[in-house]
Nanobody
Framework: QVQLAESGGGLVQAGGSLRLSCAAS????????MGWFRQVPGKEREFVAQ????????NVADSVKGRFTISRDNAKNTVYLQMNSLKPEDTALYLC???????WGQGTRVTVSS
């Protein structure tokens, strides 16, 4: 079955960086677009970034543009989210997503202190 396992979250000071990873299994990773979302309690889930199946095109939310980069390694069945210049408002649970079939991981928590 489809499994998405996020890792790499943690506590970081404002201005710092983190790299999130999402290890995928149970499907042919290289043929699917993948994405990242984030969620804060009491708010709707927010789109962060998406990457095409072959990595040749990405889409990033305006709120993180210029600071976050999505990438993938199809040989490792992994999608990444490099987060730089983190702000307190980036604090959230970050979730990996396979849009086709609407599959989600459990998330990894990111906390940015001011």
């Amino acid at each position: 079955q489809v499994q998405l396992a996020e890792s790499g979250g943690g506590l970081v000071q404002a201005g710092g960086s983190l790299r999130l990873s999402c290890a995928a299994s149970g499907f042919t990773f290289r043929i699917y677009d993948m994405g990242w979302f984030r969620q804060v309690p009491g708010k709707e889930r927010e789109f962060v970034a998406q990457i095409r199946y072959n990595g040749d095109s990405t889409n990033v939310a305006d709120s993180v543009k210029g600071r976050f980069t999505i990438s993938r390694d199809n040989a490792k069945n992994t999608v990444y989210l490099q987060m730089n210049s983190l702000k307190p408002e980036d604090t959230a649970l970050y979730l990996c997503n396979r849009p086709t079939g609407n599959f989600w991981g459990q998330g990894t928590r990111v906390t940015v202190s001011s």
